[in-house]
């Protein structure tokens, strides 16, 4: 029986965790604790074989933080994440899993640009999110030895029903719009349900090291958001009449040129960096937004 302590109560990725462990997995158990106000550090992490750090702050409007905000993410991404590393390693906890992000790596590449992520690509955070995330595992890289097996997981955008961030956003258009902007390119995404399945192998192997779990497929914004339209018995009509202002837009940079980018730039892992020796991608994309949007 493996005993899993789970950081950060009400996250969407912990209770989606704890929601796929008690449908599923009959030999692991979670327990959540709340790590916003100090009585955390007075509770004993002996006696679980791993710690699930999914405490953090994310989705960063990064143009109009203020300083004291930027401060924020960094004492909560780096330095809560170090501290819990540290007294799970005191305690005698054997693993350590980190959600960080694809964000380490920047943002995506423009409209027709393309972006690879591959093993020879090193971090480059562009905002003060990805740089705590950053900050974070190199704290705990050292950290981590043959007695403390940290992992760290960096994931592009996650989605799945009752998720938070762009998937939603976009969701909205396709239920609202009668039109959506005909675009080409590609982006990793990772379905909640495959990731579930990715953290419960990581435990059960007893993994150590950075791993990066992707859906199987790329996915194109156009074909996505058509997707989600499909499911809700709407024909979203697609143009490419957008396309000379939308560029536009992402050349300009600024808060209209970051969404821009967002929605319709490239940015995927190399498919051959998300291979395990076990498969974890038991979601594929159609039945994934099936799922999601029932």
Known sequence: M???????????????????????????????VDLRDGTWREKDFGGYDAVFHVAGIAHADVGK?????????????????????????????????????????GESAGIGK???????TLPAPANFYG????????????????????VILRPPMI?????????????????????FP??????????????????????????????????????????????IAKEHG?????TALFHPALLLLGRIGGKPGELVNKAFGNLVYDKTLSEYKEEYRIYGLEESVRLTEK
């Open 182 to 227: 005909r675009e080409t390119n590609q982006r990793s995404m990772l379905y909640i349900g495959n990731l579930c399945k990715f953290v419960e192998l990581m435990i059960r192997n007893e993994e150590q090291g950075i791993f990066y779990p992707q859906n199987r497929e790329y996915v194109c914004t156009t074909e996505l958001v058509k997707a």
């Open 65 to 105: 933080a203020t300083e004291e905000e930027k401060k924020q993410y960094y004492r909560v991404n780096t330095d809560l994440t170090a501290e819990c590393a540290g007294k799970a390693k005191r305690d005698g906890v054997g693993q350590f899993l980190f959600m960080s992000s694809i964000i380490v790596y």
């Open 2 to 32: 493996k005993r899993v302590l789970i950081t950060g109560a009400d996250s969407y990725i912990g209770t989606s965790f704890e929601d796929w462990v008690r449908k599923s997995c009959s030999d692991i158990v979670t327990d959540t």
């Open 114 to 120: 393309k972006k690879m992520i591959t093993t020879d």
């Open 159 to 179: 989605y799945g029903k009752g998720s938070k961030g762009n998937y939603p956003l976009l969701a909205g258009m396709a239920v609202k719009l009668p039109l």
């Open 234 to 238: 709407r024909n979203i009509r697609l």
């Open 131 to 150: 740089d705590s995330k950053w900050k974070a595992e190199k704290k705990l890289e050292d950290l981590s030895d043959s007695s403390f097996r940290v």
